[in-house]
């Protein structure tokens, strides 16, 4: 079972998918454990080309997936960020990240940086400087240069690589990379992801030495239904009995509902100040799990730094990009044929290759920006993100259906009620994290009378969104508390057809398709830190920024604004009276309140002209 699940459930995050390169017959292996300034040895897993005629760059990723399998002989199904690159032959390198699997030491979520160490402090940017200081001089046939690149958490450990970095290391590509957890995975925007609940398992529990076993356990639910499941369990505190005790990101999660100096202080964006390495930031446009780390932490280098700093956004789910399938499709949206293996060869290779065995100095042919457009479905290069060219557009809320250019008086209405929560989309099952809701059709919520609608004429001619959604409400509450959620749709026209491609042959008439949705729980308008209530019936701003888009309205299409409180079981139930800690909220907390919308409510797009 547990096999199983690391198979269905992580293995895929990692982007390690099948492939069919013969690695032994190019690579030799090595594993060594590297020891750290504190004493403390990282397991380590070596892929050398056997052609030792040359030097080679060394690329490594930092996981806490596991670099294994171990044991002489075996190899990963797939050892590199990409076929091109081990083809050309690299030094691969992988490293189980202190205190997971074969590594030593005591595991720490999103272990927070400490900015000038001294002596045996440590964390996991002298963890990454001592390992390339071992591996440069103690690996045959490599060049001086080092890159870093991983996916997701991965992504975190590359992000992390910047920080005091070592000069050896030349270029670094954090993809879908964390950046806060109380803005990333595990909550958005303070609401709490009830969807990640089964992924405290893989991240709570302490192992008492290295091991390439699984020392942690998935609960058992005893259902596929996650909606009846969560429904049934009610308050969080009744999820305790599958957790033990000792599951320590549990009782963390439980016990920091606010951003607190316990999450502050893991978030890694104030730390990016004069990066020196090449970065190429990399994401998923429909990335469900990270898509909040990769426009703030290449916007926050932006801001900082002088080095080479790039975007790339294409139409993917969670680490799509690494993948080596050949029709991309993010649920029932298809997007073309081999968009990930086209990326993987003109752009992440070329990167790479351009810093790690290159003239460094020399132009690189990549542009700051490349972007796909999810409407038009095609790529386009940018000189900057968001683009120059894009303005602000408002429009809002003014009435029932309508998406208009002026707001108008009054307000729309709708009961949101606990016991019957809005499901986030209408294929839910148990998950280790979402991760293909986002270009769900969203009819089904449309036709619920807990959703508002708000939605523009048929468009006359194509709109081009290219940045961020800023959702400024005007909202209140019979009661004291509520989550508030927005989403960007496109409304396909009623003659739009399916493509040959998608086996489904699903017509897309009339399709509702998500493009962009988020949500922020009403007590941290204000402030992250320092929630508050509503005042009851009192109308209240509550601003909402959603993250970057880069989609065509087309012509014949419609945009639609949705609004509701509930997103079940993606975030966890607001109880909707106030307490301090809806983790340790009551049963008798749950209240079905009437929540109101206002006519003066504003979105503001930036639209391309
Ligand atoms: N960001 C993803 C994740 C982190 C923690 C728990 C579950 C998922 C990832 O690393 O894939």
């Known amino acids: 079972v547990l096999l199983l699940l690391f198979v269905l459930f992580v293995l895929p995050v990692t982007g390690q998918t099948g492939t069919d390169y ?40 930092r996981t806490p997936y596991s670099s294994r399998p171990y044991g002489e002989g075996q190899f990963r199904s797939k050892i590199g960020p990409n076929e091109y690159l081990m083809e050309q032959g690299n030094i691969i390198v992988y490293q189980d990240v202190r205190g997971r699997w074969m ?31 071992w591996l440069v001089n103690n690996v ?60 405290t398992a893989l991240f709570g529990y302490e192992k008492n030495k290295p091991t390439d076993e699984a020392w942690y356990e998935f609960p058992e639910l005893g259902t596929q239904d996650q909606y009846q499941f969560f429904l049934d369990a009610g308050p969080l505190s009744n999820l305790d ?59 926050t280098i932006e801001e900082t730094s002088d080095n080479f700093n790039m975007l790339v956004m294409g139409p993917w789910s969670h680490g799509d990009w690494a993948r080596t399938k050949e029709r991309q499709a993010v649920g029932n949206v298809y997007f073309g044929d081999n968009i990930s293996r086209d990326y993987q060869k003109e752009v992440e290779t070329v990167f790479f290759n351009h810093f790690l065995k290159g003239d460094a100095a ?20 940018y000189e900057a993100w968001p683009p120059k060219a894009a303005v602000k557009k408002s429009m809002f809320l003014a009435g029932d259906q309508d998406l208009a250019p002026t707001p108008a008086a009054g307000a729309e209405e709708f009961v ?86 998608m086996q489904d042959h699903l017509k897309m008439s009339n399709y509702h398709m998500m493009v962009r949705s988020e949500v922020m729980r009403g007590r941290f308008r204000n402030s992250f830190s320092d929630p508050e209530p509503f005042e009851p019936n009192k109308k209240t701003a509550v601003n909402i920024k959603l993250q970057d888009v880069h989609h065509t309205f087309k012509k014949g299409h419609k945009l639609q604004i949705q609004v509701q409180s509930t997103w079940f079981p993606l975030i966890d139930l607001n109880p909707q009276t106030y307490v301090d800690n809806i983790f340790k909220a009551k049963e008798s907390d749950f209240k079905k309140q009437t929540h109101k919308v206002f006519h003066d409510s504003e979105i503001i797009f930036q639209v391309l002209e």
Do not use: C
């Not at 890694?268 to 994401?283: F, K, R, S």
């Open 241 to 299: 009995k599958y957790y033990k005790e000792d599951n320590v990101f549990w009782q963390q999660l439980k016990e920091h509902p606010n951003y607190d100096e316990f999450w502050q202080k893991r978030g890694i964006l104030q730390h990016l100040n004069d990066v020196e390495p090449a970065v190429m930031i990399v994401g998923g446009l429909f990335d469900a799990e990270d898509l909040y780390g990769p426009f703030n932490i290449y916007e």
């Open 103 to 133: 590594s030593e030491g005591i595991y720490d979520n999103m272990r927070a940086f400490i900015p000038n160490k001294s002596g045996k402090q440590v964390d996991e940017a002298s963890d990454t400087y001592d390992t390339i200081e």
């Open 140 to 199: 045959a046939n490599n060049n001086g240069r080092v890159g870093v690149w991983g996916i997701s958490y991965p992504g975190f450990y590359s992000t992390y690589s910047l920080l005091d970095s070592h000069p050896a290391l030349k270029a670094v590509s954090p993809q879908a990379s964390i950046s806060d957890f109380f803005f990333d995975d595990f909550h958005h925007n303070g609401a709490y992801l009830l969807s990640y609940w089964y992924a």
């Open 362 to 381: 020399s132009e690189i042919i990549l542009p700051e920006a490349y972007m796909f457009d999810t409407g038009l479905k095609t790529w386009k290069s």
């Open 416 to 501: 949101s009620d606990p016991k019957k929560p809005v499901p986030y989309s209408e294929d839910i099952k148990v998950v280790f994290t979402p991760r293909k809701y986002m270009t769900d059709d969203q009819r089904f919520a449309a036709r619920r009378p807990d959703v508002l609608v708000y939605e523009t004429e048929v468009l006359e001619e194509d709109m081009t969104l290219a940045g961020e959604v800023l959702a400024k409400l005007n909202v209140s509450t019979t009661g004291t508390a509520a989550d508030w959620v927005v989403k960007v749709i496109d409304v396909f026209p009623p003659d739009a057809e399916g493509t040959e491609e």
């Open 22 to 61: 013969d690695v032994a017959a190019h690579y030799t292996k090595r594993e060594v454990d590297i020891i750290m300034r504190d004493g403390i040895k990282l397991h380590t897993t070596i892929y050398s080309p056997k052609d030792t005629s040359k030097e080679y760059p060394i690329l490594m990723s």
